[in-house]
């Protein structure tokens, strides 16, 4: 179900306008399991940028708060009276071109579920130079979140260290998500719906079968 997912996303936009993407993450390979009490937790998989990735968490409160990949997923869940942050970062020493060949100009974070409200998301690029810079997203939902690389200030696209996600979660909160890519076109409003209903669909069939 996901990857037709992701498929219908890509041909949807390709019908719009040309759409080339590339992907950083799709969480397909590299299986990982992050409790609190392993704080930094690297994992080689060819697929992810840079060659790896490498996942901690960190929590505050009495139960346990975990970050995993598998099955095509990034899940991030805390328990009841506890809350918890993880961070997923993906590093290249040498640089990478996230533009491919000035193609590129905007990121796409495809969300399947959310407590909305209670989590906050930031995504923060560093090049080869050391320049920084992060963006937060602001009521994230289910679906494709759309962050222009024009939104990250003196960050050389073109050679690009480090990417990371962090997920700030109050307590009792999840979050899953699908995949982080790097695309030349922004989603029509009408296929970010359709997608949306998508990953929906998708997180309820995930979530009938793991109580089956």
């Known amino acids: ?25 799709d969480f397909n390979g590299g299986v990982m399991t992050v409790n609190a009490d392993a704080s930094n937790v690297y994992q080689q998989y060819l697929a992810a940028f840079g060659g ?11 139960l346990e708060a975990t970050a995993e990949v598998n099955q095509g ?11 918890a942050s993880s961070t997923i970062s993906w590093i290249d020493e ?22 909305q409200g209670k989590i ?7 090049d080869v130079l050391g320049a920084y810079d992060s963006f937060s997203l602001s009521g994230a939902g289910v679906g494709v979140q759309n962050i222009a690389f024009s939104l990250f200030s003196n960050v050389d696209f073109l050679q690009v260290k480090e990417v990371s ?17 790097t695309s030349n076109t922004v989603p029509a409003p ?23």
């Open 73 to 83: 997923t990034y899940s991030h869940s805390s328990d009841g009276l506890t809350s």
């Open 165 to 181: 996600l962090l997920i700030a979660g109050e307590m009792a909160s999840d979050l899953e998500i699908d995949s982080l890519m």
């Open 52 to 62: 790896g990735r490498t996942v901690n968490i960190t929590k505050t409160g009495p």
């Open 120 to 126: 906050d998301l930031t995504l923060s690029i560093t």
């Open 94 to 115: 040498s640089g990478v071109d996230l533009t491919s060949g000035n193609i590129n100009n905007v990121f796409l974070l495809a969300i399947l579920s959310i407590d």
């Open 190 to 212: 009408s296929v970010l719906v359709l997608l949306s209903v998508g990953l929906l669909v998708s997180g309820f069939n995930r979530r009938r079968l793991s109580l089956s």
């Open 1 to 25: 179900m996901k990857k037709a997912i992701i498929v219908f996303v890509v041909l949807a936009v390709t019908a719009i306008r040309p759409a080339y993407a590339a992907m950083i993450d």
